[in-house]
Protein backbone atom coordinates (compact mmCIF):
# COMPACT_ATOMS: atom_id res chain seq x y z
CA UNK A 1 0.00 0.00 0.00
CA UNK A 2 1.29 3.63 -0.99
CA UNK A 3 1.88 5.44 2.01
CA UNK A 4 -0.32 8.65 2.75
CA UNK A 5 0.40 12.11 2.72
CA UNK A 6 0.32 14.65 4.79
CA UNK A 7 0.91 18.22 4.30
CA UNK A 8 2.02 20.51 7.86
CA UNK A 9 2.03 24.03 7.69
CA UNK A 10 4.30 25.86 9.84
CA UNK A 11 6.61 22.83 9.36
CA UNK A 12 9.25 24.54 10.70
CA UNK A 13 8.35 25.68 13.92
CA UNK A 14 7.86 23.88 17.44
CA UNK A 15 4.78 22.22 16.92
CA UNK A 16 5.05 21.48 13.30
CA UNK A 17 8.10 19.45 13.96
CA UNK A 18 6.26 17.99 16.35
CA UNK A 19 3.07 17.09 14.32
CA UNK A 20 5.51 15.90 11.03
CA UNK A 21 7.72 13.73 13.75
CA UNK A 22 4.40 11.77 14.71
CA UNK A 23 3.09 11.32 11.70
CA UNK A 24 6.53 10.11 9.93
CA UNK A 25 6.45 7.53 13.00
CA UNK A 26 2.66 6.92 11.60
CA UNK A 27 3.79 5.91 8.59
CA UNK A 28 3.00 8.93 6.37
CA UNK A 29 5.07 10.71 4.05
CA UNK A 30 5.28 14.38 5.29
CA UNK A 31 5.62 18.00 2.75
CA UNK A 32 7.04 20.77 5.68
CA UNK A 33 5.15 24.17 4.25
CA UNK A 34 6.99 26.96 5.92
CA UNK A 35 7.60 30.23 4.87
CA UNK A 36 11.71 30.38 6.09
CA UNK A 37 13.66 27.07 7.15
CA UNK A 38 11.54 24.63 5.56
CA UNK A 39 14.43 23.05 3.89
CA UNK A 40 16.65 22.87 7.11
CA UNK A 41 13.70 21.78 8.94
CA UNK A 42 13.14 18.66 6.07
CA UNK A 43 16.86 17.91 6.74
CA UNK A 44 16.78 17.64 10.50
CA UNK A 45 13.88 14.92 10.07
CA UNK A 46 15.48 13.11 7.15
CA UNK A 47 16.72 10.07 8.68
CA UNK A 48 13.22 9.91 10.21
CA UNK A 49 10.71 9.10 6.72
CA UNK A 50 10.14 10.55 3.65
CA UNK A 51 10.16 14.32 4.11
CA UNK A 52 10.18 17.45 1.94
CA UNK A 53 10.79 20.89 2.40
CA UNK A 54 8.66 23.29 0.62
CA UNK A 55 8.88 27.23 1.27
CA UNK A 56 6.08 28.61 0.84
CA UNK A 57 3.84 32.12 2.21
CA UNK A 58 0.07 30.37 3.53
CA UNK A 59 -1.09 34.00 3.12
CA UNK A 60 -0.26 34.13 -0.66
CA UNK A 61 -2.42 32.03 -3.31
CA UNK A 62 0.23 32.01 -6.00
CA UNK A 63 2.41 30.65 -3.39
CA UNK A 64 -0.43 27.63 -1.89
CA UNK A 65 -1.25 26.93 -5.08
CA UNK A 66 2.29 25.90 -6.34
CA UNK A 67 3.13 24.66 -2.99
CA UNK A 68 -0.15 22.19 -3.49
CA UNK A 69 1.23 21.36 -7.01
CA UNK A 70 5.02 20.59 -6.21
CA UNK A 71 3.18 18.38 -3.20
CA UNK A 72 1.27 17.03 -5.88
CA UNK A 73 3.84 16.40 -8.54
CA UNK A 74 6.41 15.08 -6.58
CA UNK A 75 3.92 12.17 -4.14
CA UNK A 76 0.72 12.15 -6.77
CA UNK A 77 -1.66 13.48 -3.47
CA UNK A 78 -2.20 14.76 -0.52
CA UNK A 79 -4.38 12.62 2.22
CA UNK A 80 -3.89 14.90 5.72
CA UNK A 81 -4.05 18.83 5.66
CA UNK A 82 -2.30 20.41 8.94
CA UNK A 83 -3.14 24.20 8.98
CA UNK A 84 -0.71 24.91 11.75
CA UNK A 85 1.05 28.01 10.94
CA UNK A 86 0.52 31.04 12.81
CA UNK A 87 1.53 34.19 14.22
CA UNK A 88 0.66 36.58 17.21
CA UNK A 89 1.95 40.11 16.77
CA UNK A 90 1.25 41.88 19.84
CA UNK A 91 -1.48 44.83 19.41
CA UNK A 92 -4.05 45.93 21.82
CA UNK A 93 -8.05 47.30 20.35
CA UNK A 94 -7.27 50.55 21.42
CA UNK A 95 -4.04 51.28 19.29
CA UNK A 96 -4.47 48.43 16.72
CA UNK A 97 -2.71 49.49 13.51
CA UNK A 98 -5.32 48.16 10.63
CA UNK A 99 -2.47 46.09 8.80
CA UNK A 100 -1.34 44.39 12.13
CA UNK A 101 -4.70 43.32 12.14
CA UNK A 102 -4.85 41.69 8.38
CA UNK A 103 -1.60 40.53 8.94
CA UNK A 104 -2.37 37.91 11.64
CA UNK A 105 -6.16 37.10 9.74
CA UNK A 106 -3.72 36.57 6.55
CA UNK A 107 -1.81 34.21 8.19
CA UNK A 108 -4.12 32.22 10.44
CA UNK A 109 -7.28 32.01 8.97
CA UNK A 110 -7.10 33.29 4.79
CA UNK A 111 -4.10 30.60 5.15
CA UNK A 112 -6.27 27.76 5.98
CA UNK A 113 -8.68 28.62 3.78
CA UNK A 114 -6.81 28.62 0.85
CA UNK A 115 -4.82 25.67 1.41
CA UNK A 116 -8.25 24.02 2.10
CA UNK A 117 -9.39 25.45 -0.96
CA UNK A 118 -6.39 24.17 -3.44
CA UNK A 119 -6.70 20.74 -2.00
CA UNK A 120 -10.35 20.06 -3.28
CA UNK A 121 -9.39 18.86 -6.32
CA UNK A 122 -6.72 16.29 -5.22
CA UNK A 123 -9.54 15.16 -2.43
CA UNK A 124 -11.89 15.17 -5.27
CA UNK A 125 -9.76 12.71 -7.68
CA UNK A 126 -8.85 10.55 -4.27
CA UNK A 127 -12.40 10.08 -2.73
CA UNK A 128 -11.42 11.65 0.53
CA UNK A 129 -9.17 13.61 3.35
CA UNK A 130 -8.55 15.16 6.34
CA UNK A 131 -8.10 18.60 7.57
CA UNK A 132 -6.66 19.57 11.31
CA UNK A 133 -6.54 22.79 11.71
CA UNK A 134 -4.56 24.40 14.60
CA UNK A 135 -6.68 27.05 16.55
CA UNK A 136 -6.37 27.89 20.59
CA UNK A 137 -8.03 28.04 23.56
CA UNK A 138 -8.43 31.89 23.01
CA UNK A 139 -10.99 31.37 21.47
CA UNK A 140 -13.32 30.44 24.20
CA UNK A 141 -12.08 32.47 27.23
CA UNK A 142 -9.98 35.43 24.65
CA UNK A 143 -6.47 36.25 24.64
CA UNK A 144 -3.91 39.25 25.14
CA UNK A 145 -3.81 40.40 21.17
CA UNK A 146 -7.76 40.64 19.71
CA UNK A 147 -6.85 39.98 15.72
CA UNK A 148 -5.30 36.50 17.15
CA UNK A 149 -8.90 35.54 19.48
CA UNK A 150 -10.87 36.77 16.06
CA UNK A 151 -8.42 34.45 13.98
CA UNK A 152 -8.69 31.43 16.49
CA UNK A 153 -12.93 31.93 16.61
CA UNK A 154 -12.78 32.38 12.85
CA UNK A 155 -11.14 29.28 12.03
CA UNK A 156 -13.88 27.37 13.86
CA UNK A 157 -16.33 28.72 11.55
CA UNK A 158 -14.04 28.02 8.77
CA UNK A 159 -14.34 24.01 10.08
CA UNK A 160 -18.33 24.39 10.96
CA UNK A 161 -18.88 25.01 7.43
CA UNK A 162 -16.49 23.72 5.36
CA UNK A 163 -17.15 20.32 6.89
CA UNK A 164 -20.71 20.63 5.29
CA UNK A 165 -18.77 21.55 1.81
CA UNK A 166 -16.43 18.91 1.61
CA UNK A 167 -18.48 16.04 4.03
CA UNK A 168 -19.64 14.52 0.46
CA UNK A 169 -15.96 14.68 -1.08
CA UNK A 170 -15.20 12.41 1.82
CA UNK A 171 -13.36 14.94 3.78
CA UNK A 172 -13.54 15.71 7.23
CA UNK A 173 -12.60 18.97 8.74
CA UNK A 174 -11.84 19.59 12.60
CA UNK A 175 -9.58 21.76 14.79
CA UNK A 176 -7.10 20.95 17.55
CA UNK A 177 -7.32 24.17 19.91
CA UNK A 178 -3.94 23.78 22.06
CA UNK A 179 -3.26 26.39 25.69
CA UNK A 180 0.09 27.59 26.27
CA UNK A 181 3.03 26.04 24.33
CA UNK A 182 6.61 26.29 25.05
CA UNK A 183 7.63 27.05 21.31
CA UNK A 184 9.39 29.69 19.85
CA UNK A 185 5.67 31.35 19.37
CA UNK A 186 6.55 32.34 22.88
CA UNK A 187 10.14 32.51 23.61
CA UNK A 188 10.48 35.50 20.53
CA UNK A 189 7.69 37.58 22.35
CA UNK A 190 8.84 37.84 25.97
CA UNK A 191 11.92 37.37 28.02
CA UNK A 192 12.74 34.66 30.32
CA UNK A 193 10.75 36.30 33.50
CA UNK A 194 8.13 37.11 31.50
CA UNK A 195 8.05 33.53 30.10
CA UNK A 196 8.51 31.82 33.72
CA UNK A 197 5.87 33.66 34.95
CA UNK A 198 3.07 32.57 32.44
CA UNK A 199 4.36 28.95 32.90
CA UNK A 200 3.50 29.39 36.04
CA UNK A 201 -0.02 30.82 35.77
CA UNK A 202 -1.28 28.20 33.36
CA UNK A 203 0.40 25.43 35.38
CA UNK A 204 -1.97 26.28 38.31
CA UNK A 205 -5.03 27.37 35.73
CA UNK A 206 -4.53 23.50 34.86
CA UNK A 207 -6.81 20.57 36.59
CA UNK A 208 -3.95 19.02 36.17
CA UNK A 209 -1.57 21.06 37.19
CA UNK A 210 0.57 20.86 34.43
CA UNK A 211 1.62 22.41 30.72
CA UNK A 212 0.79 20.98 27.41
CA UNK A 213 3.43 20.17 25.05
CA UNK A 214 4.30 20.36 21.17
CA UNK A 215 3.41 16.05 21.00
CA UNK A 216 0.24 15.98 22.92
CA UNK A 217 -0.70 18.60 20.38
CA UNK A 218 0.73 16.12 17.58
CA UNK A 219 -1.07 13.21 19.10
CA UNK A 220 -4.23 14.73 18.80
CA UNK A 221 -3.71 15.52 15.00
CA UNK A 222 -2.74 12.22 14.44
CA UNK A 223 -5.78 10.55 15.89
CA UNK A 224 -8.03 13.28 13.79
CA UNK A 225 -6.15 11.78 10.56
CA UNK A 226 -6.22 8.86 11.15
CA UNK A 227 -8.90 5.90 9.92
CA UNK A 228 -10.22 5.90 13.62
CA UNK A 229 -11.45 9.32 13.27
CA UNK A 230 -12.78 8.81 10.35
CA UNK A 231 -16.74 9.92 11.67
CA UNK A 232 -15.33 12.79 13.85
CA UNK A 233 -15.84 16.06 11.74
CA UNK A 234 -16.74 19.46 12.54
CA UNK A 235 -15.31 19.46 15.91
CA UNK A 236 -12.79 21.36 18.32
CA UNK A 237 -10.55 19.19 20.40
CA UNK A 238 -9.18 20.98 23.21
CA UNK A 239 -5.42 19.82 24.02
CA UNK A 240 -5.22 22.17 26.69
CA UNK A 241 -4.73 20.51 30.00
CA UNK A 242 -8.33 21.91 30.95
CA UNK A 243 -6.94 25.30 31.05
CA UNK A 244 -10.10 25.72 28.14
CA UNK A 245 -12.66 26.34 31.22
CA UNK A 246 -10.51 28.76 33.45
CA UNK A 247 -11.28 32.51 33.20
CA UNK A 248 -8.77 34.62 30.57
CA UNK A 249 -5.09 34.11 31.45
CA UNK A 250 -2.74 36.90 30.50
N1 LIG B 1 2.80 27.95 21.25
C1 LIG B 1 1.65 28.22 21.81
O1 LIG B 1 1.56 28.60 22.99
C2 LIG B 1 0.37 28.05 21.03
C3 LIG B 1 -0.84 27.94 21.72
C4 LIG B 1 -2.02 27.77 21.02
C5 LIG B 1 -1.99 27.69 19.63
N2 LIG B 1 -0.80 27.82 18.99
C6 LIG B 1 -0.82 27.72 17.53
O2 LIG B 1 0.00 26.66 17.12
C7 LIG B 1 0.50 26.89 15.80
C8 LIG B 1 1.98 26.63 15.75
O3 LIG B 1 2.64 27.48 16.64
P1 LIG B 1 4.08 27.16 17.25
O4 LIG B 1 3.95 27.25 18.70
O5 LIG B 1 4.70 25.95 16.62
O6 LIG B 1 4.84 28.48 16.74
P2 LIG B 1 6.22 28.65 15.94
O7 LIG B 1 6.44 30.12 15.86
O8 LIG B 1 7.27 27.78 16.52
O9 LIG B 1 5.84 28.09 14.49
C9 LIG B 1 5.00 28.78 13.59
C10 LIG B 1 5.55 28.54 12.20
O10 LIG B 1 4.66 29.15 11.26
C11 LIG B 1 5.47 29.69 10.22
N3 LIG B 1 4.73 30.72 9.50
C12 LIG B 1 4.35 31.95 9.97
N4 LIG B 1 3.74 32.63 8.99
C13 LIG B 1 3.72 31.82 7.88
C14 LIG B 1 3.24 31.98 6.56
N5 LIG B 1 2.66 33.12 6.16
N6 LIG B 1 3.37 30.94 5.69
C15 LIG B 1 3.98 29.79 6.08
N7 LIG B 1 4.48 29.60 7.32
C16 LIG B 1 4.36 30.60 8.21
C17 LIG B 1 6.70 30.26 10.94
O11 LIG B 1 7.78 30.48 10.05
C18 LIG B 1 6.95 29.17 11.98
O12 LIG B 1 7.86 28.20 11.52
C19 LIG B 1 0.08 28.33 15.46
O13 LIG B 1 -1.07 28.31 14.64
C20 LIG B 1 -0.26 28.94 16.81
O14 LIG B 1 -1.22 29.96 16.70
C21 LIG B 1 0.38 27.99 19.63
Redesign the pocket.
Known sequence: MTAPVAIV?????????AIATVLLDDGFRVAL?????AQEAAGRLAGTGEVLGVE?????EE?VRAAIDHVDMVWGRVDALV??????PPHAVRSMEPDTWRATL???LT?PALMIKHCVPLWRRQGGGRVVS?????WLGGGVTPA?AAS?AGIVGLTRTACHELGPLGVTVNVV??????????T?KADAGVLEARVDRFTEASPLGRLVE?VD?AHAVAFLVSERARNITGEVIHVAAGTQLAPTIQ
Open positions: TGGAGGMGTLDRRGADVSDSNNAGIEDVNGIGSRVYKAPSFVDTSFNQPV
